[in-house]
């Protein structure tokens, strides 16, 4: 069942009416009148290939814009060359390898790998960077991917999914929204080619009923005879050393930057949207891709190809317009500088650090990046840099750097590369990533090898910044707890404390005093969503933040759900029937 705009709109008011009745010494109201509004565009599987990152293939002029009235950050790097783990290092402000999170996904392959599902488990402390801000005001919207590596506690957020908008808040409440576009995802790249159905949701603006019409599931796509041809076909496309200059190829490099030019258009519908709210010079603009390019050798590599993002923040007024800025910073960073944006203070978990906002803290020297299994094959890398060079740790260089990841293999570049390999026709660097074992350590000039092909390790002259970043790998190591020999079904048993189940969150207890009705669970660190009788919409979440009494008779629906336990049963507290049931 889905509910219309002025359901969830009255939901919206009944919900601030129940909550103005906090008893006294519950938790404090915020002034939210001086939080800046927060907008992310996140584009997916995209390296630097814009105009202000100097690739002039083809015009993105909404970005650009984007860029020409901001400031363009041109060394920010993902935690992984893959979604799910820098998702997951986004929404906790920590490394994914540090919290179970890096194995890509920890859900899905059991068959190839005899694994159970299971989920990322950070401290019991931690929260969804959506969490933090929505108990500090924040009206805060997800549209539509989710992916953390683990399943998002109900009120995470205020709203997840294809109809989330900042225009269902509260009058003059700020909100942090993120609007995620799919098109440039590598299975844009498969044959038949078309574009995601779904997507077309962004130029409906907040039309539920348009949005509801759209093919959900991601696979629906359009059919090339319909699908536009932003770029020209015959276009000199950039191509990599490390991939062939075939007609196979130069189609996929077309497919690519056909689908940036559609997602261009796309951000700039929602930027319109903002625009005619009169909130577009009211709001903290960030655009990004979730890690580096969807080609075989970017998509997945520890390489910057698969690490190296572009990052693009627009201030209010264009504040800073046209800057650049070559600070050093990681996906992990993204939670501190938020909540510092929000005037919140860093939480003692997060590894990241805050680069804008009123309390920045140093300058970052190093990033960190670490690989491990991809779908049904595992490797183990770790990998650190600063601005010029990178140190690669293998630590299975018995195996050879590619995987045959089925999901890859549907990209015509990836089957063109198995072609040639087997006929012997690739060139050195095309052939290095097919050799059958690795160096057990990398290590790359960037500013001279930028596709880093030459392995300089056993260079002399390098050996006191080598052994510089093999220190720092180690601090870093043991400083997150990382450790990469531990095979993943011991990790398991480490993230479920010795269990052969995952971990159940307890069920909420419903304390009544006085007509306050207090909400607690015994896990630690569980987080409470609850919802209103019949007042709230069923796909729509109440975040527990303290006692609260109704101005009328209605029952309360609660679950409890410590991120990566599994969530509690639902409880319910029907005053009529003075007692709770559970299902």
């Avoid at 020409?68 to 920590?94: D, F, K, Q, W």
């Avoid at 931690?126 to 590596?149: F, P, V, W």
């Avoid at 990790?491 to 479920?496: E, G, R």
């Avoid at 006085?514 to 609850?530: E, K, L």
Wanted: net charge neutral.
């Amino acid at each position: 069942m889905s509910f219309g705009y002025k359901q969830v709109w009255m939901w919206i008011l009944l919900c601030c009416a129940c909550s103005s009745q906090a008893v006294e010494g519950g938790i404090a109201k915020h002034d939210v009148s001086n939080k800046p509004n927060i907008l992310w565009l996140v584009v997916e599987d995209m390296s630097p290939i814009i105009e202000p990152y100097g690739d002039n293939t083809i015009k993105t002029p909404s970005i650009t814009q984007l860029a020409n009235e901001g400031v363009t950050y041109t060394n920010v790097y993902s935690t992984s060359g893959v979604c799910s783990p820098s998702r997951a290092a986004i929404a906790l402000g920590m490394y994914p390898s540090s919290v179970g999170a890096n194995n890509m996904r920890t859900t899905s392959n059991t068959e190839q790998t005899g694994l159970p599902k299971y989920e990322a488990v950070p401290p019991e402390n931690a929260k969804m960077l959506s969490q933090y801000l929505r108990e500090e005001g924040y009206y805060t919207t997800n549209n539509l991917k989710t992916d953390y590596q683990f399943k998002a506690p109900k009120a995470a957020w205020d709203e997840s999914g294809p109809f989330a908008h900042w225009r269902n808040r509260k009058p003059g409440q700020p909100f942090y929204a993120v609007v995620n576009f799919t098109t440039t995802h590598e299975s844009g790249l498969f044959e038949p080619y078309g574009f995601r159905k779904i997507e077309s949701r962004h130029y409906f603006s907040d039309n539920r009923k348009k949005i509801a019409k759209l093919p959900q599931h991601h696979a629906e796509k359009s059919s090339e005879a319909n699908t536009p041809e932003h770029v020209p076909k015959d276009l000199d496309f950039p191509i990599p050393p490390y991939l062939p200059d075939t007609p196979l190829v130069r189609r996929d490099l077309w497919k690519m930057y056909n689908n940036l030019a559609e997602a261009d258009k796309q951000i700039a519908a929602v930027l319109q949207q903002l625009k005619d709210d009169g909130l577009y010079d009211n709001t903290i603009i960030m655009f990004y891709s979730d890690h580096g390019g969807p080609l075989p050798r970017q998509k997945r590599l520890i390489y910057d190809s698969g690490l190296k993002v572009p990052f693009i923040v627009r201030y209010p007024n264009a504040k800073h317009a046209g800057k650049k800025n070559d600070e050093l910073v990681s996906f992990v960073d993204f939670a501190p500088t938020l909540l510092n944006l929000a005037g919140i203070d860093k939480p003692v978990h997060m590894h990241g650090r805050s680069f804008l906002g009123k309390q920045q803290t140093a300058k970052r020297e190093y990033i960190h990046a670490a690989a491990d299994r991809f779908d049904g094959f595992t490797d183990v890398i770790r990998a650190v840099k600063n601005k010029r060079f990178k140190y690669i740790r293998n630590y299975r260089p018995e195996q050879g750097y590619y995987l045959p990841v089925v999901y890859r293999e549907k990209i015509p570049t990836m089957q063109e590369l198995l072609r040639l390999r087997d006929a012997e026709q690739l060139t050195p660097a095309q052939a290095l990533w097919f050799r059958g074992k690795k160096d057990p350590e990398e290590f790359f000039d960037l500013a001279n090898d930028p596709h880093e092909l030459n392995n300089i390790i056993t260079d002399p002259s390098y050996k006191k910044v080598v052994a510089e970043l093999s220190a720092e790998m180690d601090r870093w190591l043991r400083e997150i707890n990382d450790e990469p020999r531990l095979a993943e079904s011991q990790l398991i048993k480490q993230l479920w404390a010795g269990s052969e189940l995952q971990p159940v969150t307890a069920k909420p207890q419903f304390k009544i005093s006085n007509g306050i009705i207090h909400i607690s669970s015994p896990t630690p660190g569980a987080v409470i969503s609850y919802q209103l009788g019949n007042i709230t919409p069923p796909e729509l979440w109440q975040l527990y933040k303290g006692p609260f009494k109704l101005d009328q008779a209605t029952s309360v629906k609660a679950v409890a759900h410590r991120i990566g336990f599994s969530e509690s049963d639902s409880v319910i507290y029907d005053p009529d029937k003075i007692n709770y049931s559970q299902y």
